[in-house]
C-alpha cells in the first residue's frame, strides 16, 4: 500500500503523514528532507546555484544525514525550493523515493509531486492544503516552542514566496493530482485531519475502518 501526500508549506502534510505510517504500518519518508539535505550540502560549498553540483549531492545523499537538527531551518527550506527547482536535482533524487515507495509492507510519502510523479498509482493520495494566514501561524507557533525567535509577517512571506516558486517550476510544480482527495485544515486540528484521512484512505482502499 503507497500513501501519497502531497501539499504547501506547513499545511500539516509530515504531522499526518508520520500519524498515517503508525496507523497503518506503513514505512514514512519526507521527501522535502531530500531538498532540504541537497540545499544545506550546497549552502556549506557557497554553491546554491550550481545545479550539477546539487544533482551530484543528490547522487550521493547519505540517508544518516536526513536527520541532522539542521535541515529543519527556515535556511534549509528556503534553501530546498530553489534546489527543487533543477531537473537534474528532481531526477537523481526519484529513483530512490521510488525503491522506498516499493519495499514491502509499502509507504507513506509526503512532499509536493508525490501524487503526480514519484508514485502516480498510490492506493491513495491526499492534497492537504490550508489558508497561508494558517500555516504561517503553525509555524510560528512550531518555531517559538522551539525556543526560536519568531516575526510572524516574515514567516506568512517566506510561506507565499515558497508557494509561488513550488507552482510555477517548470519540472514537477506543486499541484493536486486529478485523482487526489483535497482535504482542506484552515480551521481542523491534527486529530481532526488525521480523522478525516484515514475515513478517505479507508474508502479508497476499501478497508473497514477498525472499530
Ligand atoms: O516542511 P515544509 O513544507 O516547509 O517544506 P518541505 O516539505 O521540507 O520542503 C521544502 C522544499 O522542498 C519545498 O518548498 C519544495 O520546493 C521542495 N520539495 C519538492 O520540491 N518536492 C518534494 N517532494 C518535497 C519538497
Ligand atoms: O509537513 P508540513 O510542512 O506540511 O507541516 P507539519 O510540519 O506537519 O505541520 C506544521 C505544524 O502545524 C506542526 O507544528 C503541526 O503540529 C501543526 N498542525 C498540523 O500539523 N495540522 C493541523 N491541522 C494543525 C496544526
Do not use: W
Not at 9 to 31: N, Q
Not at 74 to 101: C, N, T
Not at 123 to 133: C, H, M, Q, R, Y
Not at 181 to 187: A, E, F, G, H, I
Amino acid at each position: 500500500m503507497i500513501v501519497a501526500i502531497d501539499g504547501p508549506a506547513a499545511s500539516g502534510k509530515g504531522t499526518l503523514a508520520r500519524r498515517l505510517a503508525r496507523h497503518y504500518g506503513l514505512r514514512h519518508l519526507d521527501t522535502g528532507l531530500l531538498y532540504r539535505a541537497v540545499a544545506l550540502k550546497l549552502i556549506h560549498r557557497d554553491m546554491l546555484e550550481d545545479a550539477e553540483a546539487g544533482a551530484e549531492e543528490a547522487r550521493h545523499l547519505d540517508p544518516a544525514f536526513l536527520s541532522d537538527s539542521a535541515l529543519r531551518s527556515e535556511a534549509a527550506g528556503a534553501g530546498a525550493s530553489v534546489v527543487s527547482s533543477y531537473p537534474q536535482v528532481r531526477q537523481a533524487l526519484l529513483e530512490m523515493q521510488r525503491r522506498f515507495a516499493a519495499e514491502a509492507p509499502g509507504a507513506v510519502l509526503d512532499g509536493r509531486d508525490i501524487g503526480t510523479v514519484i508514485c502516480p498509482d498510490a492506493d491513495a493520495k491526499l492534497f492537504v492544503i490550508a489558508s497561508p494566514e494558517e500555516r504561517a501561524r503553525r509555524r510560528a507557533l512550531e518555531l517559538e516552542s522551539r525556543g526560536e525567535e519568531v516575526d510572524e509577517a516574515a514567516i506568512l512571506a517566506d510561506i507565499r514566496a515558497r508557494d509561488h516558486r513550488d507552482m510555477n517550476r517548470a519540472t514537477a510544480p506543486l499541484k493536486a493530482a486529478d485523482d487526489a482527495v483535497t482535504l482542506d485544515t484552515t480551521t481542523l486540528d491534527a486529530d481532526a485531519v488525521f480523522a478525516a484521512a484515514i475515513a478517505i484512505i479507508d474508502g479508497l482502499t476499501g478497508r473497514t475502518p477498525a472499530s
